[in-house]
Each structure stands twice: as structure tokens, then as C-alpha cells.
Nanobody, 114 residues
Framework: QVQLVESGGGLVQPGGSLRLSCAVSGSIFSIYGMAWYRQAPGKERELVALIRESGYTTCADSVKGRFTISRDNAKKTVYLEMNSLKPEDTAVYYC????????WGQGTQVIVSS
């Protein structure tokens, strides 16, 4: 059974930074594209950034230039570096395959507020 464990969220002031981590267990990791998603209160879950197995990355326009996705295949972990955070980045952040086909983890809460 695949398990996704997200961590690294918290309360941060506007303009601040956070680094999220997602550890994957129970599956091969390196052959899959991975992604970060987020869900703000009252909104649908949305794709934030993805990284293919080749290392190719892309992200949503709303976070372009501020967020960076990366992966460590040896550690079976995907990261999301978030800089210049804005209140509208407040959400629960989740990782999953780029196809979103694995069971969802518990997510990690990010709150951007002064």
C-alpha cells in the first residue's frame, strides 16, 4: 500500500519561505512523475507544481518564480520550496503522482498571515 507523508507546513508571514517534504513508501518512486497540489478552504484541490521522472518541471502561473519542486529518488522524497509567500497561498498542501492516482496523504497545512 502506497503511503504519502507530507511535512514542513506551518504559519509564516507574507514574504516568508517554507520547504515542504513528501516521503513516499510502498511503491517504486523514480519511474513516476510527482506533483504538489493544494486545497484552500472552500475551493477545489489544484495542481501547484509537477516534476516528471526525467526531471522536467512545471508549475501553476500563480506560483511561477516563487515555488520550486524537486525530488530525491534515493530518498523517495519530493520537495516544494516556497518563497515570497502570499496570503492566497494559504491551503493544505498534498503530494501525489502527477496522475493523482495514489491514495491521498493527510497533507500539511500552510498558513500565510501577519
Amino acid at each position: 500500500q502506497v503511503q504519502l507523508v507530507e511535512s514542513g507546513g506551518g504559519l509564516v508571514q507574507p514574504g516568508g519561505s517554507l520547504r515542504l517534504s513528501c516521503a513516499v513508501s510502498g511503491s517504486i518512486f523514480s519511474i513516476y512523475g510527482m506533483a504538489w497540489y493544494r486545497q484552500a478552504p472552500g475551493k477545489e484541490r489544484e495542481l501547484v507544481a509537477l516534476i516528471r521522472e526525467s526531471g522536467y518541471t512545471t508549475c501553476a502561473d500563480s506560483v511561477k518564480g516563487r515555488f520550486t519542486i524537486s525530488r530525491d529518488n534515493a530518498k523517495k522524497t519530493v520537495y516544494l520550496e516556497m518563497n515570497s509567500l502570499k496570503p492566497e497561498d494559504t491551503a493544505v498542501y498534498y503530494c501525489n503522482r502527477d496522475s493523482a492516482s495514489w491514495p491521498w496523504g493527510q497533507g500539511t497545512q500552510v498558513i500565510v498571515s501577519s
